[in-house]
């Protein structure tokens, strides 16, 4: 009688912790994830910094005139690229020294354009990271 009550226990305390298992897996396979929230427009703009345009020769011929927005990972970064001007010009015409027309038509070659200038952008950078560069102008002839 002994053992069929060890027997009878063991297997409720199995059901219920199967049944536990079971529970949780659920809970998680239909659980919504939740998206990280991004930055607001605004806070992107507190963030971040407008060059002028800029124009120069492309390495195909022809030239480009190009502005971007600059998004930093804190205000230090900000305040440190705008004093900086001069050395992201730099990048910019050694970067687009470099490209062909069909490269600056292409998104593609944009992609690259700007992941390249941010790259070397960070290199740069003492006070913080450059996030994301934006072209928000582009004029190619």
């Given at each position: 009688?002994?053992?069929?009550?060890?027997?009878?226990?063991?297997?409720?305390l199995s059901?219920?912790?199967?049944l536990?298992?079971?529970?949780?897996?659920?809970t998680?396979?239909?659980?919504?994830e939740?998206?990280?929230?991004?930055l607001?427009?605004?806070?992107?703009?507190?963030t971040?910094?407008?060059?002028?345009?800029?124009?120069?020769?492309?390495g195909?011929?022809?030239?480009i005139?190009?502005?971007?927005?600059?998004?930093?990972s804190?205000?230090?970064?900000?305040?440190?690229?705008?004093?900086?001007?001069?050395?992201v010009?730099?990048?910019?015409?050694?970067?687009?020294?470099s490209?062909?027309?069909?490269?600056?038509?292409?998104?593609?070659?944009m992609?690259?354009f700007?992941?390249?200038?941010k790259?070397?952008?960070?290199?740069?950078?003492?006070?913080?990271?450059?996030?994301?560069?934006?072209?928000?102008?582009?004029i190619?002839?």
């Amino acid at each position: 009688m002994k053992a069929k009550l060890k027997v009878i226990i063991i297997m409720a305390l199995s059901a219920i912790v199967l049944l536990g298992v079971i529970w949780f897996g659920l809970t998680q396979l239909t659980k919504k994830e939740e998206k990280p929230k991004g930055l607001s427009a605004d806070e992107i703009v507190e963030t971040s910094v407008e060059t002028e345009m800029i124009t120069t020769n492309l390495g195909s011929g022809g030239y480009i005139q190009l502005r971007f927005r600059i998004q930093a990972s804190n205000k230090d970064a900000v305040e440190e690229l705008t004093e900086r001007n001069f050395q992201v010009r730099n990048i910019v015409l050694r970067l687009a020294a470099s490209m062909t027309t069909e490269e600056a038509k292409s998104a593609n070659g944009m992609i690259k354009f700007e992941e390249d200038m941010k790259n070397q952008l960070n290199e740069l950078l003492q006070s913080g990271t450059v996030i994301r560069v934006y072209t928000t102008d582009k004029i190619i002839q």
